[in-house]
């Protein structure tokens, strides 16, 4: 039997993985998934998903998460001296204790940058811009508000 014969025949016994589109979570993330992109380039005009991110977006999401730390120990150290928090979501966490608080604050964080990872080309309400614009605005986002604790933190000293 030539192998293009047995190729043949093991293609009509496996499923077509091409017949539905990828999942916006697969095992292909969580372990040797190729695709970074579309194959096509007409394919690269249409929300897609891919199994593979670039080291650059790992690096950005790895700051947002850092930063939002940092921003949750520059409020409780701000509000130990008589700040209080403006946001009312987490508020009512701190409502539990500081514990509570930094640990809402993570998860809450990771699961919206998740979120945001698994659909970064997916473009936002019909436009023409996708997700992935949103990293940066987040991440500067969060160095102004980091900024300004610091100010605070130096200024009431």
């Given at each position: ?6 190729s ?31 194959r096509r380039?007409?394919d690269?005009w249409?929300n ?6 670039s ?21 409780l ?15 009512h ?15 809450l964080?990771?699961l ?32 102004g508000?980091?900024?300004?604790e ?8």
């Open positions: 039997m030539s192998k293009r014969v047995f043949q025949e093991k293609r009509k016994t496996t499923k077509d993985r091409r017949k539905k589109p990828t999942p916006p979570v697969s095992l292909y993330s969580l372990s040797n998934g190729h695709r970074k992109t579309p380039k007409s690269r249409k897609y998903f891919v199994d593979r991110y080291r650059q977006i790992f690096a950005v999401v790895l700051l947002i998460i850092a930063m939002s730390l940092v921003d949750a120990l520059f409020t150290h701000l509000l130990r001296r008589g700040a209080a928090e403006i946001n009312p979501v987490m508020a966490f701190l409502e539990y204790g500081p514990l509570e608080f930094l640990v809402a604050k993570y998860i964080t990771c919206s940058v998740l979120l945001l990872l698994i659909y970064k080309n997916v473009y936002l309400l019909n436009s023409r811009v996708r997700a992935k614009y949103l990293f940066a605005p987040i991440a500067l986002v969060f160095t508000v980091i900024l300004w610091v100010f605070l933190i130096v200024s009431s000293n």
